[in-house]
């Protein structure tokens, strides 16, 4: 299996693989903000955490984490998906965290633990992200990271709400990983407001 389970751990964050081990963690920080009603994302309801779990298991292209804090609380779920080991290509996705940890050290580090595996482990030639066009928090996100905007896939995916939504595609290359690595550590480095 390319990529095999790992756990990649850091000072903010430590990332496992997924199981229903983390499901009351995760039934309870999706309470956190709501996240199960933004019309423009994915995330499960609380009832439906231990059945999302089980289908991001399942699925044969993709890598589940479970997102914890350093104190072992699972905080939300992150995968590498659409695995293409062939062409030695992932997407990181399918992300989400409780409300209290967004916009913090958290998903900075753990973006840059999944980045280093992919690139420096994995050989990866590309790494992609995806996101509703419409998701305007989570492009500014990724942008932050310094990945490029590659175009817009448009109707792409029916929305569980019957909408049409139009993905952004956005990816980071290994001659680009090195100024990435460089800004996603000073990121964590500086003093935060």
């Not at 756990?7 to 903010?12: Q, R, Y």
């Not at 992150?78 to 409780?98: C, F, K, L």
């Not at 590659?150 to 939504?165: A, C, S, W, Y």
Request: glycine content about 6%.
């Amino acid at each position: 299996m390319w990529p095999a389970p790992v756990t990649l751990t850091g000072k903010h964050v430590t990332l496992t693989p997924l199981s229903q081990d983390h499901r009351s963690d995760l039934e309870e920080a999706v309470h956190d903000g709501d996240l199960h009603r933004l019309w423009y994302t994915t995330v499960p309801a609380p009832d439906a955490v231990g059945a999302e779990i089980e289908r991001r298991l399942s699925l044969p292209d993709m890598l589940p984490f479970a997102v914890l804090t350093p104190d072992g609380k699972a905080v939300g779920m992150t995968t590498y998906m659409n695995i293409d080991a062939t062409n030695r290509r992932v997407e990181i996705g399918s992300t989400w965290y409780r409300k209290a940890v967004q916009r913090g050290p958290l998903n900075t580090e753990a973006k840059l633990l999944l980045l280093t595996h992919a690139f420096d482990e994995l050989d990866c030639i590309a790494v992609e992200f995806r996101t509703h066009f419409l998701n305007h928090q989570s492009r500014r996100a990724i942008e932050r990271l310094g990945a490029k905007l590659d175009g817009v896939l448009r109707n792409h995916i029916t929305m569980e709400n019957g909408t049409l939504r139009d993905t952004a595609v956005y990816s980071i290359l290994p001659t680009e990983w090195p100024a990435v690595k460089a800004n996603l550590t000073w990121q964590l480095a500086k003093p935060r407001d």
